[in-house]
Nanobody, 126 residues
Framework: QVQLVESGGGLVQAGGSLRLSCAAS????????MGWFRQAPGKEHEFVAA????????YYADSVKGRFTISRDNAKNTVYLQMNSLKPEDTSVYFC???????????????????WGQGTQVTVSS
């Protein structure tokens, strides 16, 4: 059984920082690309960032580039999302997900991810 469990969400003021973590069980971590998505109320899932399992190539949405950093610790089966300079529009539920693909534009596509966590709420106040 594959499980992804997010943590680290919370309430922060605009300009502040949060670090999200996603702990993965099972063998997928060392062969799957790990991604972060977010979903605001009434909206669809939005790609945030992804990192490949082998050489750790990172991909970012334009809206977070330069503010967010994705990283992974394969020994701990954990992926992180460091979020700096947070804005009110970053308020969402953040999900981590696992994708068997290792490169390409599909890494930004929600439907290509096989496993999903339950999400963690991030609220940025103005």
């Amino acid at each position: 059984q594959v499980q992804l469990v997010e943590s680290g969400g919370g309430l922060v003021q605009a300009g502040g920082s949060l670090r999200l973590s996603c702990a993965a069980s099972g063998r997928i971590f060392n062969s799957y690309t790990m991604g972060w998505f977010r979903q605001a109320p009434g909206k669809e899932h939005e790609f945030v960032a992804a990192i490949t399992w082998n050489v750790g190539i990172a991909y970012y949405a334009d809206s977070v580039k330069g503010r967010f950093t994705i990283s992974r610790d394969n020994a701990k089966n954990t992926v992180y999302l460091q979020m700096n300079s947070l804005k009110p529009e970053d308020t969402s539920v953040y999900f981590c997900a696992a994708n068997p693909a290792t490169s390409g534009p599909t890494l930004r596509v929600t439907s290509t991810y096989h496993y999903w966590g339950q999400g963690t709420q991030v609220t940025v106040s103005s």
